[in-house]
């Protein structure tokens, strides 16, 4: 008899918050992944990671604050070290997430400058096949579709890496 067994994968769950709002929505992104069998999920903000963390991660998820419709300097600070550790990241699974202070403000620019980061890195992006195709976001406080739509992200991600790692 074939048992298949999947060691433990790892997800890092990274972000920077100024108001609560991403730090908010990078928890319901872990009470997602967490629904996933044999996952092992860290959530740190981004001034307490380092490059270990990172290399250590089967994948990476990135929340920002929208930041003149970029990532928070302090994201970008995180992928401006990695060119300490380039070629590291690759082939891990990487998505991102971010809130916003009001309509057209930028949210979509923000994830898609995360993913481009992670794309260099040689990183495969989870995207999302319904509305919101790059990821979650929310205006503000995260409401409850918000924080659904964050779960469902931490439970593509951890999928996603279970799938590849058998």
């Known amino acids: 008899m074939f048992v298949l067994v999947v060691k433990c994968v790892r997800v890092l769950i990274v972000y920077d918050s100024e108001t609560g709002n991403t730090e908010k929505m990078a928890f319901a992104v872990s009470e997602g992944a967490k629904e996933i069998e044999g996952v092992d999920i860290q959530v740190k903000k981004v001034d307490k990671t380092t490059m270990e963390d990172l290399q250590k991660a089967d994948g990476v998820i990135a929340g920002s604050p929208t930041c003149y419709g970029q990532m928070s300097s302090k994201i970008k600070a995180m992928f401006d070290e990695s060119v300490k550790i380039h070629g590291d990241l690759e082939g891990k699974i990487g998505a991102a997430f971010t809130s916003w202070g009001g309509v057209a403000s930028g949210a979509e620019t923000t994830i898609i400058s995360i993913l481009e980061a992670m794309l260099v890195h040689g990183m495969i992006i989870q995207g999302r096949p319904r509305s919101g195709h790059y990821s979650a976001a929310a205006v503000?406080?995260?409401?409850?579709?918000?924080?659904?739509?964050?779960?469902?992200?931490?439970?593509?991600?951890?999928?996603?890496?279970?799938?590849l790692k058998k």
């Open 140 to 163: 503000g406080a995260p409401k409850e579709q918000d924080i659904e739509r964050c779960k469902e992200l931490g439970r593509m991600v951890a999928n996603l890496i279970v799938k």
